[in-house]
T-cell receptor, first 113, second 114 residues
Framework: AQSVTQPDIHITVSEGASLELRCNYS??????LFWYVQSPGQGLQLLLK??????LVQGIKGFEAEFKRSQSSFNLRKPSVHWSDAAEYFC???????????FGAGTRLTVKP | KAGVTQTPRYLIKTRGQQVTLSCSPI?????VSWYQQTPGQGLQFLFE???????NKGNFPGRFSGRQFSNSRSEMNVSTLELGDSALYLC?????????????FGPGTRLLVL
């Protein structure tokens, strides 16, 4: 069965520091992997996605993620965090036809000034 | 281009009532998916519609149903509401419902069941 684990419920980083959010997945076939961000009172916004090819994926807002098949991981990174990055981040995995996406529990990011 | 819109944004209902939520996808998008978000269960897939047909359904009881109209607008209905149905209901649209497309989410409808 497909599933997603985000080990960190809450992370606090200082503004300007680097960030890495962890995501591990379990999926029987070739996964489609996603990172979404949700600000309070808002819907989800896609940061980036991975289907195939280059395992380092660039997204919006300066985020990137690396797919590591051997570790079943798809960690999200940002070299320098801005206060506006404070939000909840969700990793997701799904099939090619997008109609049964599984989300992780989310990681809440707090940014200290 | 207008984004995904959901109405109403907030709802308060009592147990046993039914509720209908509406989702208008981005113009040209034919796939609409619905998700339930709760603190305990997180984000869970409800169902997906494409060209007025339900293509897949998540693990929810039959009290949860939906439909899609010819203009791609979608509604979901929850009958005989339970306290546990209190949640943020999100809809998302994409062109054809393929994972390689970008799925755009609406702001959600927050339902409170008393």
């Amino acid at each position: 069965a497909q599933s997603v684990t985000q080990p960190d419920i809450h992370i606090t980083v200082s503004e300007g520091a680097s960030l890495e959010l962890r995501c591990n997945y379990s999926y029987g076939a070739t996964p489609y992997l996603f990172w979404y961000v949700q600000s309070p009172g808002q819907g989800l916004q896609l940061l980036l996605k991975y289907f195939s090819g280059d395992t380092l994926v660039q997204g919006i807002k300066g985020f990137e993620a690396e797919f590591k098949r051997s570790q079943s991981s798809f960690n999200l990174r940002k070299p320098s965090v801005h206060w506006s990055d404070a939000a909840e981040y969700f990793c997701a995995v799904g099939p090619y036809n997008n109609n049964d996406m599984r989300f992780g529990a989310g990681t809440r990011l707090t940014v200290k000034p | 281009k207008a984004g995904v819109t959901q109405t109403p944004r907030y709802l308060i209902k009592t147990r046993g009532q039914q509720v209908t939520l509406s989702c208008s996808p981005i113009s040209g998008h034919r796939s609409v998916s619905w998700y339930q978000q709760t603190p305990g269960q997180g984000l869970q897939f409800l169902f997906e519609y494409f060209s007025e047909t339900q293509r897949n359904k998540g693990n929810f009881p039959g009290r949860f149903s939906g439909r899609q109209f010819s203009n791609s607008r979608s509604e979901m209905n929850v009958s005989t509401l339970e306290l546990g149905d209190s949640a943020l209901y999100l809809c998302a649209s994409s062109s054809a419902g393929l994972a390689r497309e970008t799925q755009y989410f609406g702001p959600g409808t927050r339902l409170l069941v008393l």
